[in-house]
C-alpha cells in the first residue's frame, strides 16, 4: 500500500526566505505527483502537476521535483511572502487510478 | 467556467442518519473522485466515477456509497452515520490524466 509522508509537519519562517518542503512516497510506480496548497477550512488549489516521466516542473516563485526511483519529491518556495501561509499537500496518483495524500506542511511565513 | 462546485456547504447530523453530498464537475471533465479529510490530516481517498461506475474504492466501509449521472455530476451518501463520519468531504474532477480539480468541500459534523 502507498504510503506518503511530508516533512516537515510544521514550519515557520520570516518573510523573504527561500525554503523546502519534502514528500516521500513507498511506492515508486507512480503516474504523476501533484502538490496542492490548502487555506484552513477550505478546498484544495493545485499548484504544480509533475508526470512520472518529468524531473521538475516551475510556476512563478515555486518549483517542484521528482526522484521516482528514490520515492521522492521536493517543492521550493522563493522568496516566501506572508500570503504563502497555508497548508501544502503533496499527492501521488498510483495503481488503477488511486490517489494517495501526505498529511501535509503547514507553513507560517512571519511579517 | 464554475470550476468544482460542492452542495452543501455545511451539514450536521445525528449518529444513525444517513447523508448526501453532491458535486458537479469542472466542465468538460468526465472523471469525479470524492475524498474525506479529518481535521489535521490529508484527504483520504473514498472513492472514483467515471461513465457512471464506481470505477476505484478506497478502504472505506459499504455505509460510503455513491453515483454518478449522464452529466457526470456525482452524489456521495453516508448511511448508519458514525461520529468519526465527521470530516471535510472533498470532491476533485479531471479528464483523463490531467490535473485534478477540487470543490470546496462540505463540512460534516456528526453529533
Known amino acids: 500500500k502507498q504510503e506518503v509522508t511530508q516533512i516537515p509537519a510544521a514550519l515557520s519562517v520570516p518573510e523573504g526566505e527561500n525554503l523546502v518542503l519534502n514528500c516521500s512516497f513507498t511506492?515508486?510506480?507512480?503516474?504523476?505527483l501533484q502538490w496542492f496548497r490548502q487555506d484552513p477550512g477550505k478546498g484544495l488549489t493545485s499548484l504544480l502537476l509533475?508526470?512520472?516521466?518529468?524531473r521538475e516542473q516551475t510556476s512563478g516563485r515555486l518549483n517542484a521535483s521528482l526522484d521516482k526511483s528514490s520515492g521522492r519529491s521536493t517543492l521550493y518556495i522563493a522568496a516566501s511572502q506572508p500570503g504563502d501561509s497555508a497548508t501544502y499537500l503533496c499527492a501521488v496518483r498510483g495503481n488503477f487510478n488511486k490517489f494517495y495524500f501526505g498529511s501535509g506542511t503547514k507553513l507560517n511565513v512571519k511579517p | 467556467d464554475a470550476g468544482v462546485t460542492q452542495s452543501p456547504t455545511h451539514l450536521i447530523k445525528t449518529r444513525g442518519q444517513q447523508v448526501t453530498l453532491r458535486c458537479s464537475p469542472k466542465s468538460g471533465h468526465d472523471t469525479v473522485s470524492w475524498y474525506q479529510q479529518a481535521l489535521g490530516q490529508g484527504p483520504q481517498f473514498i472513492f472514483q466515477?467515471?461513465?457512471?461506475?464506481?470505477?476505484q474504492r478506497g478502504n472505506f466501509p459499504d455505509r460510503f456509497s455513491g453515483h454518478q449521472f449522464p452529466n457526470y455530476s456525482s452524489e456521495l451518501n453516508v448511511n448508519a452515520l458514525l461520529l468519526g463520519d465527521s470530516a471535510l468531504y472533498l470532491c476533485a474532477s479531471r479528464a483523463g490524466a490531467d490535473t485534478q480539480y477540487f470543490g470546496p468541500g462540505t463540512r460534516l459534523t456528526v453529533l
Open positions: 466515477y467515471y461513465e457512471e461506475e464506481e470505477r
Open positions: 511506492d515508486s510506480a507512480i503516474y504523476n
Open positions: 509533475i508526470q512520472s516521466s518529468q
